[in-house]
Nanobody, 119 residues
Framework: QVQVVESGGGLVQPGGSLRLSCAAS????????MGWYRQTPGKQRELVAT???????NYKDSAKGRFTISRDNAKNTVSLQMNSLKPEDSAVYYC?????????????WGQGTQVTVSS
């Protein structure tokens, strides 16, 4: 089993910044992609940003130019630096870790961390 723990959420004013961090631990085989997703009440969880083990990144269009995802493969950690935050960025942010177990990808989720952008 893989444990995923996020940290770094909170309340920030519009235009401000936050940094989310996530650490994976436990019976890790080989982590492929790590990423951040977010969800608001009544809506489906959506991709914010992902990063592969080779460093290839993918961002939600509205996050491009404002958010930066990074990872430390040796430590099995991933971070999301969020700048120029807007009220519409408010959501519960979840970290996802895709572990390659003998060719089968298993996705593990963190418990989520609340981000609120408000004046």
């Amino acid at each position: 089993q893989v444990q995923v723990v996020e940290s770094g959420g909170g309340l920030v004013q519009p235009g401000g910044s936050l940094r989310l961090s996530c650490a994976a631990s436990g019976s890790i085989f080989s982590i492929n992609a790590m990423g951040w997703y977010r969800q608001t009440p009544g809506k489906q969880r959506e991709l914010v940003a992902t990063i592969r083990s080779d460093g290839f990144t993918n961002y939600k269009d509205s996050a491009k130019g404002r958010f930066t995802i990074s990872r430390d493969n040796a430590k099995n950690t991933v971070s999301l630096q969020m700048n120029s935050l807007k009220p519409e960025d408010s959501a519960v942010y979840y970290c996802a870790v895709d572990d390659n177990f003998g060719g089968t990808i298993r996705r593990y989720w963190g418990q989520g961390t609340q981000v609120t952008v408000s004046s």
